[in-house]
């Protein structure tokens, strides 16, 4: 009985030492497959911002960007756009343009599959404009004459420079084309103005405060290499 049970362990012991021969022997043949850090160029167009123009009363704008992929888990962004305002006011009539740079990068939450690069994420930014401005027409009353006089203020020029916190998503809607939309909370970090004037809303960033609200909705192409 002894022997039969020796007999026995033995058996088992040379069938686990050729389970794990054979499994070493199919590790060595399967090399490790190292993911690739670059993994496509997007170019982006946002499509709230022209869309917007119709409601916003004067104001046209326009953006678009490109983003490199590292990892599936680092974009790179470059974001570019400009803006013209032209608006009437009961005392006054102004008149803006001028571009804008942002500069920054977003980390993907999404662990994607092979082939995938669906997005969601968080963002930061670093963004500066150079704008100029206009008012004619400018009316000043005079209560005692009941008359007004009307002046024009030449064209000022400023720099203006704010940071940005964003969240976002993208998806792939058809091969190579997605779809995004991000929220984002600006905040002015310096404003360069020597003038007694301010502009009243700066390209890329908004309305002239302290703080900003936005969002962009984008159409993206990855480019083929």
């Known amino acids: 009985m002894k022997s039969i049970l020796r007999y026995l362990y033995s058996i088992i012991l040379f069938f686990f030492f050729c389970v794990e021969v054979f499994a070493t022997e199919k590790i060595k043949e399967q090399p490790i497959q190292k993911q690739k850090v670059f993994q496509g160029i997007y170019l982006s167009a946002d499509v709230y911002a022209p869309v917007a123009s119709f409601f916003n009363g004067g104001i046209f704008g326009?953006?678009?960007?490109?983003?490199?992929?590292?990892?599936?888990?680092?974009?790179?962004?470059?974001?570019?756009?400009?803006?013209?305002?032209?608006?009437?006011?009961?005392?006054?009539?102004?008149?803006?343009?001028?571009?804008?740079?942002?500069?920054?990068?977003?980390?993907?939450?999404?662990?994607?599959?092979?082939?995938?690069?669906?997005?969601?994420?968080?963002?930061?930014?670093?963004?500066?404009?150079?704008?100029?401005?206009?008012?004619?027409?400018v009316a000043i009353g005079n209560n005692y004459w009941n008359e007004n006089a009307v002046f024009d203020i030449e064209k000022k020029s400023v720099h203006v420079g704010w940071g940005e916190f964003l969240v976002g998503i993208r998806a792939e809607m058809l091969t190579d084309f997605y779809m995004g939309f991000s929220v984002r909370y600006k905040a002015l970090l310096h404003f360069y103005n020597n003038q007694l004037t301010s502009p009243s809303y700066i390209p890329g960033y908004g309305a002239n405060n302290e703080s900003n609200w936005g969002c962009t909705y984008t159409v993206t192409y990855k480019l083929p290499f």
């Open 62 to 137: 326009a953006e678009a960007s490109l983003d490199v992929n590292l990892w599936n888990r680092l974009f790179p962004v470059w974001e570019v756009g400009m803006m013209d305002m032209d608006q009437s006011f009961d005392d006054c009539k102004y008149t803006s343009s001028g571009y804008y740079n942002r500069l920054g990068i977003n980390y993907n939450f999404i662990k994607n599959q092979k082939g995938a690069d669906n997005m969601f994420y968080i963002g930061l930014r670093y963004a500066s404009s150079t704008l100029d401005y206009k008012l004619y027409d």
